[in-house]
């Protein structure tokens, strides 16, 4: 199991390797010069060309990813070229607000989904599958920016319970509903949706299973069935469907941050691409792809750990 | 003890998918007195599983108990309502279920799910732990003390099915439902299993159900026969009666059909000496590439004309993966393969369109080889188009004829797989691999997954493909007595080596190798009192997996009854050749073998002389 998992790390790290080369070509076939961005229209063709020697802009672009990769490897990101602080002081100061709140989300539509999904699964053909799978399909189908607009002039404009804009504050609890109600709910809406679809599509195939039946034949009673039973030999799957749907957070992530204004990983990424400022870009890009491969990494620890034919005997 | 049970005008209803409602099981009634065995028994589809799951108070998804008594010692299953449930269901009535496989639950040991049901039921987990180790004794399964911790998929079938059982007898239940219990087991192994389970049931004097399709094996096991057929009794009888005198028409045929090994063999004309079509020497296969897990070792063969290698093993013998390396699907990485005296190349996709006409594999599974969503016109139309170039009428004219051919009506060509019935499917399969025009047919368990009639049919379907279109084949079987009636030459393997190669007639005479025997003294047959008289296994012997040989020394030595110690597992087995023509391979001279009471020379002085 242990071989398993390193091999299973080995995989990560070069496709993290892969995604930094992607990352690098797709910023870089960005339009437009850095150094032209910074110094405005007044600058004279020698500052320009002094600046470009100082970003190392005249190297050519495999020289410029081998010094870039270095840096990443060492922590060094690079320096933002718009506000000359270090990438990764930047990122340390929005990291924190960013985990807050996927954190949060996490927290919530976990458990939420679990439940919708088990009792789905268990309750097959009957009314309230049905209702969870038209609602799930609903909240599925409506865009993150939509729901996340909506719930602004519904819950803040014109209701007023919430504060239009979020802001990251934890002091206390009434503080923290007030600023992440609605950020939460909306990223959550679709997590859950997906999420609590995917664990019941796993759990009703091993409801279907013969050992599942045995379990109901050694006259079990149908709670022990479903967690003693069935759940473990679902956890894998549904590890999986966590992970990605916890992964397409990221990218809800962006949305929801830049509508309600909170101070995140996100918007700093999407402020950045707007100044073209490239090494903050692409810390930024990776940090996700990073966030992105640990998930996926756990679901696979976790389906590994679960799967008595992996350990060894 | 055990329990009385009675099942009076039982129906039970299943939804279609159109949602009407239709009865599977029509008015069944039976009852068996406490401690007896009742048999249930049947072909798929004729409700016997449904009508013993109903004795639990239990029905399939989509499946409703519509109508009917059904008392088990005394408690009226019907009137249980959900609470109660767990006092009755796997506490006094229990079940072991056909597929021990896939009735474990992956994710949990043994030793959890079989003290399951008495530790929720109060039993201490320490007693509960004592209790399975004893039943794990008292079924001879093999390091009884241990065995517990270990996953489901870490023993074998046959060991699994006793786990299983050892699970079933843990609350003491008044009522045993077996489920096809043996089926899906080796025929050495399902003599071991039936062993156990009748001396555990009978121990405890538990009142038992058992449910089969194979009446050799229910005349082991049961006191009474119940023969159903379409959901509905066909006729009812003591086991002796049943076999010795049915009443049923129905009865009558599935006892004509049950193969035997000793039913003379169909007699074909032998084969004109002519060049041969498929010569193999000498051929090795290994998974995982040449320095991989072999899975194959010197294997030779020769196949005249016309003839058929009957080839038999147990499961992991290489019997199928002899079927295909021959084919190329899984290419050989030693020995050579000739067909019609043309060295073949290993790999399927090297060799010719015309190689590849010449040789079609029918496989085991009609279900997963059919593409489900093509009409059986569009399966045959396909073989007739990539080989013959064929297309129009006189394609249309040649799935005709080809259904002709295997018996099958001409407007069956617009049906999809999923509207035939196995047999038909399995007919199917077969006027697919006819399609080709083939000289040479490799038919890998071509009958295992049909019914006993089906199955005899489609024998009969064979033979007869053989005399008219004096086809070739290499017939791959687990059942030595379909082997037999249908085969010229035998091929008999072992942990991927053949232990056995020769006529059907020196196979007949003897000597035979001692793991042939083993095989043939393992084919239950359809008089009661068979298992009684089995000699008890071999001391020292043990039942199981093969050895694992590093030279080339004797993988059945752990399970042979004339062994010898310090010679057959130390140094390489020769392979003789015997005054019958067959070739064995073995330590132990001919003289010696032939005094081994085997049980096909013996048998075949018929069951009326005592085996000496």
Redesign the interface.
Known sequence: MLQLIARRLGHTALTLLAMSLAVFIGTNLLPGDVADALLGQAATPEATAALRTALHLNESAPLRYLHWLAGLMTGDFGQSLASHISVAQLIGSRLGNSLLLAGLTAALSIPVSLALGITAAVWRGTLFDRITAIGTIAAVSVPDFLVATVAVILFAVELQWFPALSTPRIASIPELFSSFTLPVLTLSLAVVAQMSRMTRAALVGIL????V?????????PG?IVL??AL??AAGPIANAAALSLSSLLGGVIIVEVVFNYPGLAKLMVDAVSTRDMPLIQACAMLFCLGYMVLVLLADICSIA????LRP? | MGAQVEVAGLCIAARRASGAEADIVHDVSFSAAAGEVVALIGESGSGKTTTA?AL?G?A??GCRIRAGRIHVGGTDVRALRPAD???????RV??I?Q?AA????????LMQQVT??AI?RGLSPRAAHIKAVGLFHSLALPDPDRIGR??P??VSGGQLQRVMAA?ALMTDPELVVLDEPTTALDVTTQVEVLRAFRAAVRERGATAVYVSHDLAVVAQMADQIVVLRGGRVQEIGATARILSAPENPYTQSLLDAAPSIHTPPTAAKPPKPAPPVLEADALAASYGGPVGVPVLREIGLRLLPGAVLGVIGESGSGKSTLARVLTGLLPAHGGTVRLSGTVLPPAAADRTADQLRQMQIVFQMADTALNPAHSVGRLLARPLTFYHRMGGAARERRVAELLDMVRLPANLATRRPAELSGGQKQRVNLARALAADPALLICDEVTSALDTVVAAAVLDLLAELRRELGLAMVFISHDLATVRSIADDVMIMYAGRAVQYGSRAALARGPIHPYADLLAASVPELRTGWLDGLPPATEGTSPGAARVVANESCAFFDRCPVRLPGLCDTTPTPTQTLSTGATIRCTQPEAELLRLGSAITSAKATSAQPVT
């Open positions: 279907d299973s013969s050992y039946e045995m379990a109901r034949l050694k006259g079990l009673r022990r003693r039973h473990p030999n679960t799967n008595p034919r005997a | 799951l639990l239990y399939r998804p449930m767990p006092g009755f269901r796997g506490r229990s079940y279920a597929s896939a009735a474990f639950n992956p994710a949990h040991t399951e049901g929720i270990r996953y998929h870490q699970m």
